[in-house]
T-cell receptor, first 110, second 115 residues
Framework: GEDVEQSLFLSVREGDSSVINCTYT??????LYWYKQEPGAGLQLLTY?????DMKQDQRLTVLLNKKDKHLSLRIADTQTGDSAIYFC??????????FGAGTRLFVKA | DVKVTQSSRYLVKRTGEKVFLECVQD?????MFWYRQDPGLGLRLIYF???????EKGDIPEGYSVSREKKERFSLILESASTNQTSMYLC??????????????FGPGTRLTVT
């Protein structure tokens, strides 16, 4: 069935790069998303990538998509303490349904 | 500024009580969703609605029902709350058009505790 998997925890030092990885199963996904959830808040869309793209860059964020391996990653350059949050990978399986991963908690050490 | 609001941030109810969670969006979105969020499990879809009075079951609808009488409002109902329904409940909305990505806009969540 449809599934999105990601590691649950990542710890980095301030100023380093963070890389959060995700694997998905539905090869027909049109969009793949990264959402960010800050403490006490709902999810907010951080960035997304079309399935026909390999890479998307947006300021400090780089998204890489490997369709063959069904692997998606989010790289945050120069990670700051304000980047501490839970990051959710998600895929659009068509129709109205979006499948979310369990979320990766990013902890940034000052 | 787009907004999805939920009626309560924190709620404590007793086992067997009927619980209403309300969600309102001001973006004229067609789609609305209810998820529950549990540690290690991520977001699981309970129900969604693609139009007024229309609803579809998600992955975990048992023990829940929904109501959408107006486009901007989507209610989640726990007919008889049980302790295993203690969770964070998130409401979201999105546009229906395929011309844009299915970005979902989330409310801040309601943390429900059933004792």
């Amino acid at each position: 069935g449809e599934d999105v998997e990601q590691s649950l925890f990542l710890s980095v030092r301030e100023g380093d790069s963070s890389v959060i990885n995700c694997t998905y199963t539905d090869s027909s996904s049109t969009y793949l998303y990264w959402y960010k959830q800050e403490p006490g808040a709902g999810l907010q869309l951080l960035t997304y990538i079309f399935s026909n793209m390999d890479m998307k860059q947006d300021q400090r964020l780089t998204v890489l998509l490997n369709k063959k391996d069904k692997h998606l990653s989010l790289r945050i350059a120069d990670t700051q303490t304000g980047d501490s949050a839970i990051y959710f990978c998600a895929e659009d399986t068509g129709g109205f349904k979006t499948i979310f991963g369990a979320g990766t908690r990013l902890f940034v050490k000052a | 500024d787009v907004k999805v609001t939920q009626s309560s941030r924190y709620l404590v109810k007793r086992t067997g009580e009927k619980v209403f969670l309300e969600c309102v969006q001001d973006m004229d979105h067609e789609n609305m969703f209810w998820y529950r969020q549990d540690p290690g499990l991520g977001l699981r879809l309970i129900y969604f609605s693609y139009d007024v009075k229309m609803k579809e079951k998600g992955d975990i609808p048992e023990g829940y029902s929904v109501s959408r009488e107006k486009k901007e409002r989507f209610s989640l109902i726990l007919e008889s709350a049980s302790t295993n329904q203690t969770s964070m409940y998130l409401c979201a909305s999105s546009l229906q058009s395929r011309a844009v990505s299915y970005e979902q806009y989330f409310g801040p969540g309601t943390r429900l505790t059933v004792t």
